[in-house]
């Protein structure tokens, strides 16, 4: 069953989900953007420009956040905005595991016409890597 507007009032908390990013995902990511930075899949380029690893694009971490957010909506189409500023850089070891992006959110208000703005919190390593995250999302 699908969420609705009648479903959330303000408050509502929505399930944190994990999301794991290894060095694969990145290189993945650099192939469909077009960023090719080194310091996304370059282990010796990223220490040499003074990064602990190499680290995961922004806007894959942010996209991470709008799958939370489409996901809990049950369409992507749902979200209607979406917003953050970037807070924290995501480092992906090269071991297998890579990093794990943790994604929790709260409806903050309702907007009427079915829309609800979401504030959304991600975190990687116990750091917070987007602040202001926000979404809006009609849901049915």
Do not use: C
Request: aromatic share 8%.
């Amino acid at each position: 069953m699908a969420i609705t507007y009648n479903d959330v009032e303000p408050g509502t908390e929505i399930p944190p989900r994990s999301y794991q990013v290894t060095r694969l995902d990145l290189v993945r990511y650099a192939g469909a953007s077009g960023d090719f930075n080194v310091i996304h899949w370059n282990e010796r380029a990223a220490r040499s420009v003074g990064l602990p690893d190499v680290i995961a694009h922004g806007m894959y971490t942010m996209a991470q956040a709008g799958r939370y957010v489409a996901e809990w909506a049950g369409d992507p189409g749902a979200v209607t905005e979406f917003g953050v500023r970037f807070s924290a850089m995501v480092p992906v070891p090269d071991d297998g595991r890579g990093a794990t992006i943790e994604v929790s959110g709260t409806v903050a208000e309702k907007l009427g016409d079915n829309k609800v703005a979401v504030e959304l919190t991600a975190r990687a390593d116990g750091a917070k890597v987007l602040t202001r995250a926000r979404a809006v999302v009609r849901l049915p």
